[in-house]
């Protein structure tokens, strides 16, 4: 709480806020109400808005998180007046506090990043996050996580929050930047046209294509080396993509790698074999996985799936938080918390445990886990 707090000072310092924190009749900054939201998500007790409402009356809470207790009719009108840019920044500014991972040199300059996107269930009443039909003729109503993680890092970098209806290639392309590199599945390897504008862009890709769907135009044959048949590649091409001229990709190299299923993946990359040999293509498409992994983390393991707040602003800001919370459970315990560690935390956070008994639990788990890794 105590490293949130100073980050918020840092970057609120410098924005302009909503003219309702300047009201002399208003006793709480946007300090207080985020903080009492991400207490509201460490918590296993507190479940509602109301709850968090209450539980702000209590004296600890008010010493370590909002100084004071807070109204609903203030708590709620509070996710209104606090724009997710502000939180992006934060988000932001606590990733940076990561420590640096050592990285395979012959991935050059390039930031790898896994890219996708995960739908979080929105209630019945929340009817702007309708987004289409549903099982049964039952209305779908969703908000979707649109996510870059660092693969090498293994660390969230960049967020969006949208209504479930939003396309994914849509927002990921409000967010391309050079220098980036990204890693997709089939969902962002469909659209063609994309792979020029991505290179325009000054940005690297590996992307999986739709394998009974893809027109590949071989150009040229490019050899395999003895490791990339090691991992898998069968086959490596420099080729057209696309049945017409008009939907035509740019020049792109294509890796075949099988797979124990028995069918070809096929991937598409717009760098060449000697600034990304094909057994880094398969690596990096394999680690892709860790992002499907993170938004499992969110939702079961921190608990993400439960709305505090139901606006389309609300629940911006409670995923903002929760990824904030995860990067911080990062810092604190040096990777993401498994369910045992998260267990103690809130234990801890009860009273129940004692903080040597909190650290000594959690060396414990670390060194567990690393045995078992090594194993």
């Known amino acids: 709480m105590e490293e949130f707090l100073a980050v918020l000072e840092r970057v609120f310092g410098d924005q302009a806020l909503h003219p309702s924190f300047e009201d002399v009749r208003r006793r709480l900054g ?22 968090l409402c209450q539980a702000s009356r209590l004296e600890r809470v008010q010493r370590e998180v909002c100084e004071r207790s807070v109204s609903l009719g203030s708590f709620s009108e509070a996710q209104h007046l606090i724009t997710a840019q502000l939180l992006e920044e934060v988000f932001g500014e606590v990733s940076k506090q990561l420590p640096p991972v050592a990285s395979d040199a012959r991935l050059g300059q390039w930031q790898w990043l896994a890219r996708d996107g995960s739908l979080f269930a929105a209630l019945p009443r929340m009817a702007w996050a309708l987004y289409g039909a549903g099982k049964s003729g039952a209305a779908n109503r969703a908000v979707r996580l649109h996510l870059s993680l660092d693969i090498l890092e293994d660390k969230p970098v960049e967020a969006a929050v949208r209504m479930g209806k939003i396309s994914e290639r849509k927002v990921w392309r409000e967010q391309w930047k050079k220098g980036h590199a990204y890693v997709g599945d089939r969902a962002f390897g469909q659209e063609y046209k994309l792979f020029g504008q991505l290179e325009v862009a000054g940005c690297a890709f590996v992307l999986r294509l739709r394998e009974q769907q893809c027109v590949i135009n071989v150009l040229e044959e490019i050899p395999l080396s003895e490791a990339d048949r090691r991992a898998g590649v069968s086959r490596q091409a420099w080729a ?19 797979t124990q299923e028995g069918g070809p993946l096929i991937l598409v990359t717009n760098l060449s074999a000697d600034d990304l040999p094909a057994e880094l293509v398969s690596m990096l498409y394999r680690q892709r996985w860790k992002i499907e992994l993170f938004f499992r983390w969110v939702k079961c393991i921190l608990g993400a799936r439960h709305w505090l707040a139901e606006s389309p602003s609300g629940v911006a800001i409670q995923i903002y938080l929760a990824l904030i919370a995860a990067l911080l459970l990062q810092i604190y315990t040096g990777r993401k918390p ?6 103690l935390l809130q234990l801890h956070q009860m009273g129940i445990a004692t903080e040597p008994e909190l650290a000594a639990g959690l ?8 045995a078992r890794k090594k194993d």
Request: glycine share 6%; hydrophobic share 40%; net charge positive.
């Open 30 to 51: 946007p300090d207080h109400y985020l903080s009492l939201f991400l207490f509201g998500l460490f918590n296993p007790v507190v479940r509602t808005m109301r709850g």
């Open 240 to 258: 057209h993509l696309g049945c017409k001229a008009r939907y035509r990709s740019v020049r792109v190299r294509v890796v075949w790698i099988q």
């Open 338 to 343: 498994n369910k045992r560690m998260m267990e």
């Open 363 to 370: 060396e414990r788990e670390r060194l567990r886990l690393a």
